[in-house]
């Protein structure tokens, strides 16, 4: 095929439903089974629904529209409700309602955008969206393949989520809940071995798989707990600060007025880049070398653990190589490599504690870089920080080989969504696709050694 498809506008392809949205007030709101769905996804649950089966939902305001962290467009399915935060369309007799989500997810839509402070895209605007518009048929062929990488993508974010809740419980049990040394403790009262009793507790599939020995660990924890300005914590484990973890670094934005400074290859690491992500592989904004010599001394390596300070407080990313972040970010910068995968779920573990020093009265959150280095955390010996890493490691660095996956496939998806360019044969998409490339093929990068 080498004609191009044509171009028609979004309105033309669609029915558009918005007049039958409903905003409820979050305090009005009943819970029940139904999605509550806004701008970016699931909001709540309720227990009611004003929409069944497929419909198309595009954000209709919100900083998203811009930075596209998330999808602009996405699917609903069954039984829902929609706000009016969220366009809601289904494809006519000309389009296929998924096709048009892949359509809208390839298109670049900053020129039909309102709004200098919070972006909007009104329903005029929408409909003046243009799509390629191929036959209904390519239009399901499209569709078979692109869900079949959905698909894909789905399964490692779920196995993703399901390592980093093992490394996450694990953390719990030894540095916040103190399960081995309790168990000790317990064990000596009862006359029992409190090795063993430890060991038992310390029993989990994931430590089992790097081989360590349950006992060898077990006998890194005391038997013995003593008063802390933090409360009780094992003996010969202390109390410091953040500064006694490494150096920490506010980071910068370097100078707009200088293009040369700006897009390359050196990760600038800003909040939006850190939802929902253990590691910071992807970011909007890049330095070029330049840039970032320019401000030598706000680099942050590999294994830095980034933790947002300003304004939306308590999101932490793991840097996977050289970068830099903004002034909303406050980075450590571990003295030891083996402690990144503490610090990561320690500041973690104190978000609620990060947002509440940030208050302070003020209406915008800011935690300084002061206040920062000086949080006190608990400190345990080092080794029991480094056999913690040596099974915390395995799971993140399978965690980062899923992003690494998923990288790839939502590539393969970029390259062969719906475009304006001349239309390619299908069977030579899916073939491109889906032979050559294992996910086992990839490489990871390794952080903590």
């Not at 305001?61 to 996405?74: C, K, S, V």
């Not at 499209?142 to 390592?163: A, C, H, P, Y």
């Not at 040596?390 to 393969?412: E, P, T």
Request: proline share 6%; with cysteine.
């Amino acid at each position: 095929m080498s004609a191009e498809w044509p171009l028609v506008p979004l309105g033309n392809l669609t029915v558009n439903l918005d007049s039958r949205r409903k905003p409820v007030k979050e305090a009005d709101r009943k819970p029940g089974p139904y999605p509550y769905y806004g701008a970016s996804g699931i909001v709540d649950y309720v227990d009611g629904y004003l929409f069944e089966g497929d419909h198309l939902l595009i954000a209709e305001d919100g900083e998203n529209l811009r930075t596209r962290q998330l999808p602009i467009a996405f699917m609903a399915t069954g039984k829902f409700w929609v706000n009016n935060h969220a366009h809601i369309v289904v494809g006519n007799d000309k389009a296929d309602t998924q096709y048009l989500m892949y359509a809208l997810r390839n298109t670049d839509i900053s020129g039909f955008l309102t709004g200098a402070v919070m972006p909007k895209l009104t329903q005029g605007n929408l409909n003046r969206i243009p799509l390629p518009c191929p036959s209904i048929d390519i239009q399901r062929d499209i569709v078979q393949i692109l869900g079949s990488l959905d698909d894909k993508i789905e399964i490692n974010r779920q196995i993703n989520q399901t390592l980093e809740q093992m490394a996450q419980a694990i953390f719990k049990s030894w540095f916040v809940d103190f399960d081995p040394v309790h168990a000790k403790v317990q064990a000596i009262k009862e006359g029992r071995d409190p090795i063993e009793a430890a060991a038992r507790v310390i029993g989990n599939p994931a430590i089992e798989q790097v081989g360590a020995s349950l006992r060898e660990i077990a006998e890194l924890f005391p038997s013995e707990f003593v008063e802390s300005e933090l409360g009780l914590i094992p003996k010969r484990w202390g109390v410091k600060p953040v500064s006694d973890w490494g150096r920490v670094v506010c980071g910068k934005t370097p100078s707009k007025n200088m293009p040369k400074y700006y897009g390359a290859d050196v990760p600038f690491i800003k909040i939006p880049d850190m939802h929902a992500n253990m590691f910071a592989t992807h970011t909007t904004d890049s330095l070029s070398d330049l840039g970032s010599k320019s401000q030598f001394n706000k680099q942050v390596p590999k294994g830095s653990v980034c933790v947002s300070c300003i304004a939306t407080v308590g999101k932490v990313v793991i840097a996977t190589q050289d970068s830099h972040t903004n002034q909303q970010i406050n980075s450590i910068v571990p003295s030891k490599p083996y402690y990144t995968p503490y610090l990561y779920f320690t500041m973690k573990e104190l978000s609620g504690h990060l947002h509440d020093l940030a208050s302070g009265g003020s209406a915008t959150l800011n935690l300084n870089t002061g206040n920062f280095s000086k949080i006190k955390t608990v400190f345990p010996t080092d080794s029991v920080l480094s056999s913690y890493s040596s099974v915390a490691s395995r799971l993140m660095d399978k965690i980062l080989n899923g992003y690494s996956s998923n990288s790839h496939w939502l590539n393969c998806a970029t390259s062969c969504s719906p475009s304006s360019s001349p239309a390619r044969s299908v069977s030579v998409m899916s073939n491109s696709m889906f032979g050559q490339y294992n996910d086992e093929s990839v490489e990871t990068v390794e952080i903590y050694r």
